[in-house]
């Protein structure tokens, strides 16, 4: 099982033709991803040819979900221009946006997540500012290296795709159902919260290793829905014991203020709520070894 995304899975991307876009497009059909065009209203009616597989490009997001069913889609465009990219897809009521682009103003961010919920929620986003999310064997729709890990049954959600990445691959012989990088921006689409509850509702994830970090208090309110919510076991990373207070470390969520926001605040949080919680990435790895045996 995955969550969110699967083989059958369609994918176009948004910004296809740009370098980043092509780059990772190619990554991603290499990978076993289910890529059926692009967006480009420049460059609508053509094809590129991606490493032998022609790829239709189309001018709108409507246009590729009526030609090609599109379910999927991934969207590599400038900060500029992300908001009207994402707003679009939400128009278009495509199931899943996948907003890789890093720098998207704040307000920008929080306009379209006000859209969707506006136009009730039938788009899902995940992102900005992240590395998109993975379902080993299945799927792959963003900048997650396919192939550092295989297919097996935890379940991944991060703020950090540095840190994904790492534990993917130190639990790589056990496996994972889907890895989810929900960005590390102080306004994002899909929660914590939110990939905890598909992972809880999914019969094939065992355990979930969940990696946040230093600034605002989603780890706090993860922790809360965790005791209430979650029956998985759950280990926890939180990045940032040694960052030094009113620093902005890295993304631009991650900004602490006194004990907010902390991460031995997280920390005693997710372990009140009964999540064992790693001081660093590779003990992170040895605790979900220990409990999904």
Known sequence: MAIFLTKDSKVIVQGMTGSEGMKHTRRMLASGTQIVGGVNPRKAGTTVDVDGTEVPVFGTVAEAMEKTGADVTVIFVPPKFTKDAVVEAIDAEIGLAVVITEGVPVHDTAAFWAYAGSKGNKTRIIGPNCPGLISPGQSNAGIIPADITSSGKIGLVSKSGTLTYQLMYELRDIGFSSAVGIGGDPVIGTTHIDA????????????????????????????????EHVTKPVVGYVAGFTAPEGKTMGHAGAIVSGSSGTAQAKKEALEAAGVKVGKTPSETARLARELIG
């Open 196 to 227: 905890l509850k598909a992972f809880q509702e999914d019969p094939e994830t065992e355990l979930i290793v969940m990696i946040g970090e230093i600034g605002g208090d989603a780890e706090e309110r993860a922790a809360a829905y965790i005791a």
